[in-house]
């Protein structure tokens, strides 16, 4: 079992920057790939990001691609999303997911099987 936890939403204005974190613990060796989602209010969750556990490749969603990085701290075993020239239309909850049975990089959140509790992130126009 995978546990992951985020951290670092908040309240920004649009143009701003965010780094959200996800700690990882438990069994992070078994783990394949891993990645961000977003949920908006009335929206469905939306796939934001996504890599191998070692780092590489990345993938990112048409919304995000050249705002976004994601990214692994080997040290701090946290998995991170840095969030540059923030719109409103970024608002939702960020989720970070964990596959840990054999798979490339999944693109879909049907494919991930941990998931973090959320954070929040507002941005303001």
């Known amino acids: 079992q995978v546990q992951l936890v985020e951290s670092g939403g908040g309240l920004v204005q649009a143009g701003g920057s965010l780094r959200l974190s996800c700690a990882t613990s438990?069994?992070?060796?078994?783990?394949?790939?891993m990645g961000w989602f977003r949920q908006a209010p009335g929206k469905e969750r939306e796939f934001v990001a996504a890599m191998r556990w070692s780092g590489t490749p990345t993938y990112y969603g048409d919304s995000v691609k050249g705002r976004f990085t994601i990214s692994r701290d080997n040290a701090k075993n946290t998995v991170n999303l840095e969030m540059n020239s923030l719109k409103p239309e970024d608002t939702a909850v960020y989720y970070c997911a964990a596959r840990t049975t054999p798979a490339w990089v999944p693109l879909e959140r049907s494919e991930y099987d941990s998931w973090g509790q959320g954070t929040q992130v507002t941005v303001s126009s």
């Open positions: 438990g069994r992070t060796f078994s783990i394949y790939a």
